[in-house]
């Protein structure tokens, strides 16, 4: 999506004339669909899920769609203890082995612990 972006939406335009907060609203628009194609997303409206888009996007330095595993531990556990829950990083290691989460990882992943499912 972010070469998509880079090589043909801002080609033509001047740095100063783009408006960033309407790309990452397209962007969000084009991916959105596979969110709320699955009824399976109960925690999260269409707008809340976007804010969590932007903020995976922040974390995604490299644009490679995907975020290390340890960022994303950061963010979860941050919005764990505003839950006033305690923080438990195994779950996370048990979902994903690998090193990096994709967004709808992230998602999952936040959605899981907002429901206290564990059994992974």
Known sequence: MKQYKNSFLLLTAQAETIDYSKVHQLCWTIVQQKFFKCSDHEY?????????????????????SQVEKEEIAIILEKFVHAMGKGWDPKPLQEYCEENHLTFWQYLECLEKYISGNEKW
């Open 44 to 64: 999260f409206s269409e707008d809340a899920a976007f804010q969590q888009f932007l903020v995976f996007n922040i974390l995604d330095i490299e644009e490679i």
